[in-house]
């Protein structure tokens, strides 16, 4: 709307009016042309207010300006003011009107005259003069105070420009903003952070996606940019001394001479045999690069090294291999590169890598070995440091493959000395015991070892590559599952399998630790020595074991001592000599290495040299490296270390983490357990109370509630059901309800504030209250806005921190807090089912009764908002007052119901105000609330006798 259409007004909408249409109806044009009286009188404050009912008012003529008089003139003695100049221009005025013009006086009286009236005509001019700079002034402070009013308003606008600013700032980079800024990408220098994510979209989506996200606006440089900024970097086969030359830099920012000690990482993965031109070097790939090898490559050959004390990893070389290769060839290489990063300032203490055979090769090649009668070697010299060792670790997590495959396809033997030592019943572990277990527990609905199936003892080629699958046979639930039938049964041999079982998973617990509770320490020297003893005890058990029918020696045996006491040796010189805290074994392991090929992998399955080259050059330049949910190994925690586009170290912010509030899923009641299955139940609620009473933030109910001997898993919903059903429920319950679930916001007037609107888009604060069977209030809370949850408001209200010190001055045994579903479940807070389309007829019964008795508190309301009708909104300004005067409406609620009378109209207004707000509600549980209050009150049956 333009502006107002009355003659002579000037008001408009954008001058912030609120402009309303003129009536159609003629009648109603009547009423607002026949000007009544709007105004309220004989107001108290003496203020001028319009009536509730008042109508504008059409203004049907126009008002005609006269015509401006000139100014008369009139010569006053010393003019002083405004007043005395008017009256010095009426002077002047009255002697032009009485002299002729055509008459000159030239008498000396007439001189003397002439002379005092222009004397005075002077000063009329000066004070005219001022009178005018006067005007000037009020306009000028006219125009200040309304610059002041928009730099106000251009301070609030900067204020939000900051805040887009720094959205923005947090979501791109500086040279996206100025893309963004500028419309367009076209000659843009894009930073070295920004190619690094371009990068990594391009690796994650590909280039169709890449494309999409440039085509909705999002900066990012196109690809040939990208192609371009990348050229320098060739990452051709062999050793890459671009990289070792960015670490060189990198190296040398480390802050602790422990940082620089790694260890090298060696595997490869199978690539597609071809022959592929590469159009970004106009070279073919896919021949073998191998010194003194020809043919097409079947293999990447990968040599990466990472960190033992910080989170770092970096590949160096690969090569493409084929089907065998040559020890002498890899073991040049491998001196070549351990060589090279010794120079720029790295210490390499072990050499990591699978039972492959170019490894296998290259041990025999360096004399490492170990068998049942001879002496373990499991080390040679650093060829770039002779005086320290260079270690060599079989990969850990194949070892433990290795190990289920032996014990699913042979049986194992051990010795009979350990037999004897750990009073074992036989010295024969035996795969069929673990058959029976799957049989023994193939109709239970609980079982003893949920996660063990046949398809973990007869995997297919590809599910053997799992560890996964290892875990599931080699597990401490396998373990118990065997010694309970042990027991159970009747079987002891069961225990021989169990006690191995047991053994060789807390072997490979320790073989690769993450994080520093199961790490090798020195901080309690008991249980670091009775590790030590645990692993050579292992190392025993292995070199004496015999594998099969015919209790052969099995290459498995060797890689397990052998990455066993290299493990020892390595945590001796770390401990002790360099002064670690504590040591990771899952640094030693190949995780990072198959981590790296999954990423890889799940671009192409099996890709060619080319394709295997440029996802290289990708992840290693944007340290582009995401799990994969389809990988064989545990997710490697180390970040690639080199950033070649931008060498400045990266930093890691730390991760606050925020506890969210516990929700107890519905489970329907078992039927039917067999003994077994109740010990399987038993076994799994033990888990439970162990991660329970581990948790420092376990509230004392919770904790009392585990360790009751009378305790039952259903103490909290049944006992309450219960009690709800019993005939002294109306007479001693009380039921609290906050007023954000059941239209008990208070509108209020909007505050400067904008944070108190609540889901309904209005403006408001919220009243907790607790109220007994009479409708009156015990306890009252108010003061949050209405944005604010039930939940918190309850949390942090006095009466729920009382009830925390001391309950049993609140609460005796048949007293409790009735209240919904916004509210927590507790021993003294009974609460309703969550209907998710799971509940049965008990519970719905259940919930029926909750909410009929919750309706005194509705009932308690609808009285309030009845009878103080000033709540239904609060025009208020200082929203400090605003707890305060509901609180006093509170009290004087609990001063009328001490008076009895008739509060059926209090009760029926006040209902038809809930109503309003509660129309959204659809559960049925609040649909028994507010609307089934309405109903049975229209029915007058819902007053409970006292």
Same mark, same amino acid.
């Given at each position: 709307?333009?502006?107002?259409? !009355?003659?002579?007004?000037?008001?408009?909408?954008?001058?912030?009016?609120?402009?309303?249409?003129?009536?159609?109806?003629?009648?109603?044009?009547?009423?607002?042309?026949?000007?009544?009286?709007?105004?309220?009188?004989?107001?108290?404050?003496?203020?001028?207010?319009?009536?509730?009912?008042?109508?504008?008012?059409?203004?049907?003529?126009?008002?005609?300006?006269?015509?401006?008089?000139?100014?008369?003139?009139?010569?006053?003695? $010393?003019?002083?003011?405004?007043?005395?100049?008017?009256?010095?221009?009426?002077?002047?005025?009255?002697?032009?009107?009485?002299?002729?013009?055509?008459?000159?006086?030239?008498?000396?009286?007439?001189?003397?005259?002439?002379?005092?009236?222009?004397?005075?005509?002077?000063?009329?001019?000066?004070?005219?003069?001022?009178?005018?700079?006067?005007?000037?002034?009020?306009?000028?402070?006219?125009?200040?105070?309304?610059?002041?009013?928009?730099?106000?308003?251009?301070?609030?606008?900067?204020? $939000?420009?900051?805040?887009?600013?720094?959205?923005?700032?947090?979501?791109? &980079?500086?040279?996206?903003?100025?893309?963004?800024?500028?419309?367009?990408?076209?000659?843009?220098?894009?930073?070295?952070? %920004?190619?690094?994510?371009?990068?990594?979209?391009?690796?994650?989506?590909?280039?169709?996606?890449?494309?999409?996200?440039?085509?909705?606006?999002?900066?990012?440089?196109?690809?040939?940019?990208?192609?371009?900024?990348?050229?320098?970097?060739?990452?051709?086969?062999?050793?890459?001394?671009?990289?070792?030359?960015?670490?060189?830099?990198?190296?040398?920012?480390?802050?602790?001479?422990?940082?620089?000690?790694?260890?090298?990482?060696?595997?490869?993965?199978?690539?597609?045999?071809?022959?592929?031109?590469?159009?970004?070097?106009?070279?073919?790939?896919?021949?073998?690069?191998?010194? $003194?090898?020809?043919?097409?490559?079947?293999?990447?050959?990968?040599?990466?090294?990472?960190?033992?004390?910080?989170?770092?990893?970096?590949?160096?070389?690969?090569?493409?291999?084929?089907?065998?290769?040559?020890?002498? =060839?890899?073991?040049?290489?491998? *001196?070549?590169?351990?060589?090279?990063?010794?120079?720029?300032?790295?210490?390499?203490?072990?050499?990591? @890598?699978?039972?492959?055979? @170019?490894?296998?090769?290259?041990?025999?090649?360096?004399?490492?070995?170990?068998?049942?009668?001879?002496?373990?070697?499991?080390?040679?010299?650093?060829?770039?440091?002779? +005086?320290?060792?260079?270690?060599?670790?079989?990969?850990?997590?194949?070892?433990?493959?290795?190990?289920?495959?032996?014990?699913?396809?042979?049986?194992?033997?051990?010795?009979?000395?350990?037999?004897?030592?750990?009073?074992?019943?036989?010295?024969?572990?035996?795969? @069929?015991?673990?058959? +029976?277990?799957?049989?023994?527990?193939?109709?239970?609905?609980?079982?003893?070892?949920?996660?063990?199936?046949?398809?973990?003892?007869?995997?297919?080629?590809?599910?053997?590559?799992?560890?996964?699958? !290892?875990?599931?046979?080699?597990?401490?639930?396998?373990?118990?599952?065997?010694?309970?039938?042990?027991?159970?049964?009747?079987?002891?041999?069961?225990?021989?399998?169990?006690?191995?079982?047991?053994?060789?998973?807390?072997?490979?617990?320790?073989?690769?630790?993450? &994080?520093?509770?199961?790490?090798?320490?020195?901080?309690?020297?008991?249980?670091?020595?009775?590790?030590?003893?645990?692993?050579?005890?292992?190392?025993?058990?292995?070199?004496?074991?015999?594998?099969?029918?015919?209790?052969?020696?099995?290459?498995?045996?060797?890689?397990?001592?052998?990455?066993?006491?290299?493990?020892?040796?390595?945590?001796?010189?770390?401990?002790?000599?360099?002064?670690?805290?504590?040591?990771?074994?899952?640094?030693?392991?190949?995780?990072?290495?198959?981590?790296?090929?999954?990423?890889?992998?799940?671009?192409? =399955?099996?890709?060619? !040299?080319?394709?295997?080259?440029?996802?290289?050059?990708?992840?290693? *330049?944007?340290?582009?490296?995401?799990?994969?949910?389809?990988?064989?190994?545990? =997710?490697?925690?180390?970040?690639?270390?080199?950033?070649?586009?931008?060498?400045?170290?990266?930093?890691?912010?730390?991760?606050?983490?925020?506890?969210?509030?516990?929700?107890?899923?519905?489970?329907?009641?078992?039927?039917?357990?067999?003994?077994?299955?109740?010990?399987?139940?038993?076994?799994?609620?033990?888990?439970? =109370?162990?991660?329970?009473?581990?948790?420092?933030?376990?509230?004392?109910?919770?904790?009392?509630?585990?360790?009751?001997?009378?305790?039952?898993?259903?103490?909290?919903?049944?006992?309450?059901?219960?009690?709800?059903?019993?005939?002294?429920?109306?007479?001693?319950?009380?039921?609290?309800?906050?007023?954000?679930?059941?239209? %008990?916001?208070?509108?209020?007037?909007?505050?400067?504030?904008?944070?108190?609107?609540?889901?309904?888009?209005?403006?408001?604060?919220?009243?907790?209250?607790?109220?007994?069977?009479?409708?009156?209030?015990?306890?009252?809370?108010?003061?949050?806005?209405? @944005?604010?949850?039930?939940?918190?408001?309850?949390?942090?209200?006095?009466?729920?921190?009382?009830?925390?010190?001391?309950?049993?001055?609140?609460?005796?045994?048949?007293?409790?807090?009735?209240?919904?579903?916004?509210?927590?479940?507790?021993?003294?807070?009974?609460?309703?089912?969550?209907?998710?389309?799971?509940?049965?007829?008990? &519970?719905?019964?259940?919930?029926?009764?909750?909410?009929?008795?919750?309706?005194?508190?509705?009932?308690?309301?609808?009285?309030?908002?009845?009878?103080?009708?000033?709540?239904?909104?609060?025009?208020?300004?200082?929203? $400090?007052?605003?707890?305060?005067?509901?609180?006093?409406?509170?009290?004087?609620?609990?001063?009328?119901?001490?008076?009895?009378?008739?509060?059926?109209?209090?009760?029926?207004?006040?209902?038809?105000?809930?109503?309003?707000?509660?129309?959204?509600?659809?559960?049925?549980?609040?649909?028994?609330?507010?609307?089934?209050?309405?109903?049975?009150?229209?029915?007058?049956?819902?007053?409970?006798?006292?």
């Amino acid at each position: 709307m333009p502006g107002c259409s !009355a003659f002579g007004c000037s008001n408009s909408a954008s001058k912030g009016y609120v402009m309303k249409v003129f009536p159609r109806d003629q009648n109603r044009r009547k009423i607002w042309a026949s000007k009544p009286d709007c105004w309220e009188i004989n107001r108290v404050d003496g203020r001028r207010k319009l009536k509730v009912d008042a109508v504008p008012t059409i203004f049907s003529y126009l008002k005609i300006k006269s015509k401006r008089k000139p100014p008369a003139v009139r010569i006053v003695n $010393e003019p002083s003011s405004l007043q005395d100049t008017v009256e010095f221009e009426h002077e002047l005025t009255d002697m032009e009107d009485s002299t002729p013009t055509n008459i000159i006086c030239h008498s000396p009286s007439s001189n003397s005259s002439s002379s005092s009236i222009l004397n005075k005509v002077q000063k009329h001019k000066k004070l005219s003069e001022i009178v005018k700079l006067k005007r000037q002034i009020e306009r000028k402070n006219k125009t200040i105070n309304t610059m002041k009013i928009k730099l106000v308003q251009m301070k609030k606008c900067l204020q $939000e420009c900051k805040k887009s600013s720094e959205l923005l700032n947090n979501i791109f &980079h500086k040279d996206q903003i100025n893309a963004i800024k500028r419309n367009k990408t076209n000659w843009m220098k894009w930073s070295n952070e %920004t190619i690094k994510e371009a990068i990594q979209l391009k690796f994650a989506c590909g280039s169709s996606g890449y494309d999409l996200l440039r085509k909705r606006k999002y900066p990012l440089p196109s690809l040939r940019t990208v192609c371009r900024r990348l050229q320098g970097l060739k990452f051709a086969p062999g050793i890459l001394y671009e990289v070792i030359e960015f670490l060189k830099i990198k190296v040398s920012n480390f802050k602790t001479e422990q940082e620089k000690d790694c260890v090298l990482i060696i595997d490869e993965m199978a690539i597609t045999a071809a022959k592929v031109y590469d159009t970004s070097t106009w070279t073919f790939y896919g021949n073998i690069t191998l010194p $003194e090898h020809t043919g097409l490559a079947t293999h990447a050959f990968v040599f990466m090294i990472g960190g033992i004390s910080s989170r770092w990893k970096q590949t160096v070389a690969y090569h493409f291999t084929g089907n065998s290769d040559n020890a002498s =060839v890899i073991q040049d290489i491998l *001196i070549h590169i351990i060589s090279l990063v010794e120079e720029i300032g790295l210490r390499v203490c072990s050499v990591t @890598s699978d039972m492959g055979p @170019s490894n296998q090769a290259l041990w025999k090649k360096l004399d490492v070995n170990a068998g049942p009668s001879t002496p373990i070697k499991n080390f040679c010299f650093n060829p770039a440091a002779p +005086d320290r060792k260079l270690f060599f670790t079989p990969d850990v997590p194949h070892l433990f493959k290795n190990i289920k495959s032996a014990l699913v396809n042979k049986i194992i033997i051990i010795p009979k000395d350990i037999q004897v030592q750990f009073s074992l019943p036989s010295n024969r572990v035996d795969i @069929s015991h673990i058959n +029976d277990l799957i049989e023994f527990q193939r109709s239970f609905q609980c079982k003893l070892a949920p996660k063990l199936n046949e398809a973990d003892l007869n995997p297919s080629h590809y599910e053997k590559m799992r560890v996964s699958n !290892a875990s599931h046979v080699l597990s401490s639930e396998v373990s118990s599952a065997l010694k309970f039938m042990a027991q159970e049964l009747k079987r002891p041999e069961y225990l021989t399998t169990a006690w191995f079982v047991e053994v060789v998973c807390k072997w490979f617990e320790l073989m690769t630790s993450r &994080h520093p509770i199961m790490a090798l320490s020195r901080i309690n020297e008991d249980i670091y020595k009775k590790t030590l003893d645990f692993l050579k005890t292992f190392i025993d058990i292995f070199k004496r074991a015999k594998i099969g029918a015919r209790e052969l020696w099995k290459p498995v045996q060797k890689r397990v001592i052998i990455t066993t006491q290299s493990i020892l040796d390595i945590q001796q010189i770390f401990l002790e000599d360099k002064g670690y805290t504590f040591l990771l074994t899952s640094r030693f392991t190949q995780d990072c290495l198959e981590n790296f090929f999954c990423v890889i992998r799940s671009k192409q =399955v099996i890709p060619n !040299a080319v394709q295997f080259k440029n996802n290289l050059k990708s992840i290693c *330049i944007s340290q582009y490296l995401k799990s994969v949910n389809t990988g064989s190994y545990d =997710v490697d925690d180390r970040e690639f270390l080199s950033e070649f586009l931008d060498l400045m170290p990266k930093l890691s912010s730390p991760t606050n983490c925020e506890s969210n509030d516990i929700i107890i899923p519905e489970l329907p009641e078992p039927e039917n357990l067999s003994s077994s299955e109740i010990n399987s139940l038993y076994n799994i609620a033990g888990y439970i =109370v162990k991660s329970v009473l581990k948790n420092s933030k376990t509230c004392r109910e919770c904790v009392e509630s585990i360790g009751s001997k009378n305790f039952n898993s259903a103490e909290l919903k049944i006992a309450s059901q219960n009690k709800i059903k019993s005939s002294s429920l109306s007479s001693k319950s009380m039921a609290t309800h906050g007023l954000g679930n059941s239209g %008990t916001y208070i509108p209020i007037k909007a505050p400067i504030n904008p944070e108190v609107i609540n889901r309904k888009c209005f403006y408001g604060i919220t009243l907790q209250v607790i109220c007994d069977y009479n409708r009156k209030f015990i306890d009252i809370f108010c003061g949050y806005p209405s @944005s604010v949850s039930d939940n918190r408001i309850f949390r942090n209200s006095d009466i729920f921190k009382n009830i925390i010190r001391d309950r049993a001055r609140f609460f005796s045994e048949n007293q409790f807090i009735i209240g919904d579903k916004a509210y927590p479940l507790c021993m003294y807070c009974i609460t309703p089912y969550i209907d998710r389309g799971n509940l049965q007829a008990h &519970h719905l019964h259940f919930n029926k009764r909750h909410a009929q008795t919750r309706q005194v508190i509705e009932r308690s309301f609808a009285l309030l908002f009845g009878r103080f009708r000033r709540l239904k909104y609060l025009d208020m300004t200082k929203t $400090e007052f605003i707890p305060q005067t509901v609180q006093a409406a509170c009290v004087l609620h609990n001063v009328c119901l001490m008076h009895q009378g008739n509060f059926e109209q209090y009760e029926e207004e006040g209902l038809q105000f809930l109503n309003i707000q509660n129309y959204d509600h659809d559960d049925n549980e609040e649909a028994l609330g507010v609307e089934g209050i309405a109903r049975e009150f229209r029915e007058h049956s819902f007053y409970p006798s006292p």
